[in-house]
């Protein structure tokens, strides 16, 4: 069964929030789970969390995650011809 957690903030850090998330290409609850999953490690609580529901079951990315998107995104590709002298 599912439950709501509310946060109180005000517009301005909504729209933050809502721009990270389009930043980031997820929601915005995702962007809060994966911040806090993070935070979590940081401060050393290490504990896996649980499925905040049944239509999220993927781990925030990790930095190397990320790096080899960013690389992946960069990647450049050559045609034999371009190898050419």
Known sequence: MSRWLKVR????????????AD????????????????YAEGVGFNRTPPRRNETTSRRPPTVADQIRA????????RTPDEDRP
């Open 23 to 38: 930043h980031c290409h997820v929601t915005e609850a995702t962007a809060i789970e994966q911040a806090l999953w993070r």
């Open 9 to 20: 903030a005000g517009s301005d850090w909504r729209r933050w929030l809502r721009d990270l």
């Open 70 to 77: 960013e690389q992946h995104h960069h990647q450049v590709v």
